[in-house]
């Protein structure tokens, strides 16, 4: 169970191999969290995490593999991860996502089918069963990783941003929807983090460590903020980028 | 059945259950058949999760009420729903009151009995449990009757025990006789923690109740400066006019949460300066109401709604007598974090009784109030878990919301006990809470 602190116990993260996932993950069992499931697709990488988070204070950790490309594998995924768990989950993560290449993939049909289905069709198909199995056990949370770049979305990063986006209005209203289940979600939106995924891009301003961005998702799940920025800042450096008329948005981002 | 959302007197971490208010034993022995999880609620006055239960039946014990007659001894049978409040309205008039009596009247003889509550005449008269001489217990493999002759195991696991083992219906206790419904007062002001700590060890011994407000916010010089209350209830010699009255209920409430940040450092410590200040050096025999010096807080409803919408933590302790410098560094660790907290309460404790799972030992005792926000905050209590294990103490579960289930264990030696008790009357493990969840006591 969560504490008054909003430190849960029992965790389970889809796409438990990434950065930003094993940084909050090491923080979570400093904490409170005994049992991590990590979900990926990566074995190796996953063991990795899942070591990690036992030097870092877990007392049961396991794995789960699945592929975001099949969308079908969503559902069955989570139940798997669900079962590992054990009773009762406090806290699930949806850390699932796939940068791509915009100037490559843009001109490819299955590739920006594949950046959707990753980014966007499999994480729903995930959280749908995600909220059915914490609906009925009456508690617990859910993070949804979008990004800044679902706020307003680039030309030169329509795909990811395009897809992000979806996730992130879609999740605003099953925060709406979950009221009075017990059950709570809340969206994270980072800017441009240092991580593998990111490697060999340009830095932007807003960039930061996956530390940093631990930090503010573990600051956001005991205030209990429905979207958490990291960094902060971000909050409100979007509410005038956001409304900004076209032409001069695309010269502040694309420059 | 209603679906109700439930949080403790912190107002942290709520929860949705299934919310059901049976009105006979049969009842409820029927719920505890066909529930998968179950655990009894009163009025919500501990400060966690301990009455609540996510995706679980919650039943509450208001409509478990009766009062008997009393005994010429002073033992009467009380249903387990009656509050403390309705009880004393009664009993007052006759001459009797509560043998320990928590800082509220707004809790119910069942709860109080779950949470083996103490007062501030623990060094003389121990807590509740010693005062109760049997109970009705519901539990999933039958009812039964409990004292500390039939089936003492059951009976001192209960006591103490979280509602980890049943319901209790109806509580048989014995009460104390009273002349007056006044207590003469002795009040005096300390600027340093280490004389108030003397003078209760010196001279608590002399008076049936005593405790100390000490302000955790000051440091240097004045850190942990204290004022001492102890009193005595008033004869019919000690006083003019022999009025025999209970309190009266609250006549101020709070109607909403305050917003964020009202309680903060500058305003806490201000309140603490105040209420430091007020109080005189040293005064003597002050005659107060019973209300007054016991339930200082019922005067006003919903006071925990002013710790805004996150709500707040209690924390309470205990060391052993040996162990007093766990205290000092306790209020040093708090004073020195700038974490917020209201005036503590410092009280000493006397000897433990059998509660598997009953939170006094015999030492010291301090409580402290602290709102959520701090983001130190949660890294402090667990510095502060630490020093406590470390002195062979213990944290009181009734308030408890943030510790960890291994800190349990070490804190609590006797929980293998207790889950073996409770296996035997629950083996399906339905009894648990999402405070058992937590700290792993519903049993596997």
Known sequence: MENAFGQPQSVVVLGGSSDIARAITKKLCAARAHTIILAGRNQELLDEAAREALDYGASKTDTVIFDAEDVTSASAAVAKAFDKAGDHVDLVIMAVGLLGNQLRDQSDVAAATRMMNVNFTWPVAALTEVRNRLVAQSSGRILVFSSVGAVRVRGSAYLYGGAKAGLDRLCQGMADSLIGTGVSLQLVRPGVVRTKMTEGLSEVPFTTGVNEVAQNVLKGLASGDQVIWSPPMLKYAFAILRHLPAPVWRKVVDR | ?444
Not at chain 2, 108 to 125: C, E, L, M, S, Y
Not at chain 2, 181 to 204: C, E, F, G, N, P
Not at chain 2, 393 to 404: E, F, P, Q, T
């Open chain 2, 1 to 444: 059945m209603t679906r109700e959302r439930l949080y403790g007197w912190g107002r942290t971490a709520p929860s949705i259950s299934e919310v059901l208010s049976p009105t006979s034993e049969d009842m409820v022995a029927q719920e505890l058949a066909h529930a998968t999880s179950v655990i009894a609620r009163g009025l919500g006055r501990s400060y966690g999760d301990a009455a609540q239960l996510s995706g679980g039946l919650v039943l509450t014990n208001r409509s478990l009420g009766g009062i008997g007659s009393i005994a010429p001894d002073g033992v009467v049978i009380v249903g387990a729903g009656v509050s403390i409040d309705e009880l004393l309205a009664i009993t007052i008039p006759l001459g009797w009151f509560m043998p320990v009596t928590p800082g509220t009247r707004q809790v119910t003889i069942g709860g109080a009995v779950a949470a083996d509550v103490h007062g501030k005449n623990h060094h003389r008269d121990g807590s509740l449990g010693d005062h109760v001489l049997e109970m009705r217990l519901v539990t999933p493999t039958g009812t039964f009757n409990v004292s500390p002759t039939m089936d003492p195991q059951l009976f001192w696991a209960t006591i103490g025990g979280m509602g980890l083992t049943g319901v209790v219906t109806t509580v048989t206790l014995r009460l104390l006789k009273i002349q007056t419904d006044k207590v003469l007062v002795d009040t005096t002001r300390y600027s340093h923690l280490d004389d108030v700590m003397a003078a209760m060890i010196a001279s608590d011994d002399d008076y049936r109740y005593s405790v100390a407000w000490v302000d955790c916010m000051t440091k240097g010089a004045s850190m942990g400066r204290a004022i001492l209350t102890r009193a005595e209830h008033a004869t019919r010699r000690d006083i003019t006019g022999d009025s025999l009255v209970a309190p009266k209920s609250a006549h101020l409430r709070v109607p909403f949460n305050a917003p964020r940040g009202l309680l903060n450092p500058v305003t806490i410590r201000t309140f603490n300066e105040i209420w430091f200040r007020r109080a005189p050096k040293r005064r003597e025999g002050e005659e107060q109401s019973l209300g007054a010096f016991f339930h200082p807080l019922d005067g006003v409803s919903d006071w925990n709604r002013l710790y805004g919408r996150r709500g707040f933590v209690q924390h309470q302790f205990a060391v052993g007598d040996a162990q007093s410098e766990t205290v000092v560094r306790a209020i040093e660790r708090l004073s020195s974090s700038g974490v917020p907290s209201f005036l503590a309460v410092l009280k000493r404790f006397g000897p433990a009784n059998h509660g598997v799972l009953s939170f006094p030992i015999p030492g010291w005792t301090l409580a402290l109030d602290l709102p959520i926000g701090p983001l130190a905050l949660p890294g402090v209590l667990d510095d502060l878990d630490e020093m406590v294990i470390e002195a062979g103490g213990r944290v009181y579960l009734a308030k408890d919301s943030r510790l960890n289930p291994e800190a349990v264990r070490v804190m609590y030696p006797r929980l293998p006990e207790f889950l073996d008790i409770k296996n035997r009357i629950d083996p399906q493990h339905k009894l648990a809470s999402d405070l058992a969840r937590r700290l792993h006591l519903v049993g596997k």
